[in-house]
């Protein structure tokens, strides 16, 4: 159960409680933790938010697109675009998301999508277009680390939104899309959004908050364009 209580699933097809795939390979999944979040710095610190949520990636083997502070429905959040190995075979898998913390808990919403058998593509043609000196650099997360790098995977331009267009099957920009057109359609409870608000990882924490009061799921709890 989440605090959610709007969706546009348009083209997604329901697998499990609060998961969802569509014929692209992406995967759409919503979450609720009733736990203080697990954020590195507050949101309106977006430099050290920023550099926490790339040390986290990194060591975790991955590597950092973007971490973009926002709101969803009015209530402030962070969007986050990640890339991690496929440790069972070549290629990546990247991952979209909004994490949406309030004093004592948050609620997720992630898409994520791998690459299949071809792998590299994109990246290859983009480095020949701009060349290798131009195609990486220093990761802009990487706040004092030494080269202006995190470890994990490296920060290259070829994960730059600017690319989409050119790659429209490409797992990434099919993630990113599916991000932007979800997030307008997203709802929450009000007595979610009436919560406290996360004021970082220094502030006096509140208790883990539950949602004992809200409604079970019912069908046609999320909804879908007429045209679906």
Known sequence: MTPITSLDLTGFTEREPGVWTDAAGLVLSVHFFPLIPDLPAALHEPQRLGAGLARLVAGAGGGLIEAVPGSVDG???????????????????????????????????????????????????????????????????????????????????????????????????????????????????????????????DAPQSPPQSLPHLPPPRRGWFRRRKDA
């Open 75 to 201: 209530v402030p959040a962070v969007r986050q675009l990640v890339k991690m190995p496929l440790g069972s075979r070549p290629g990546q898998a990247f991952l979209g998301s909004w994490t949406v913390p309030r004093a004592g808990s948050s609620t997720v919403v992630k898409v994520q999508a791998a690459e299949g058998a071809t792998t590299g593509m994109r990246e290859a043609m983009i480095m020949a277009q701009v060349g290798p000196a131009e195609y990486f650099r220093p990761d802009p997360y990487a706040e004092g680390q030494p080269g202006g790098q995190t470890g994990g995977l490296p920060y290259h331009v070829g994960d730059h939104e600017q690319w989409d267009a050119g790659f429209p099957d490409h797992p990434l920009t099919l993630v990113r899309a599916a991000l932007h057109r979800i997030t307008p359609t997203i709802a929450f409870d009000d007595r979610f959004k009436a919560l406290p608000p996360f004021g970082g990882p």
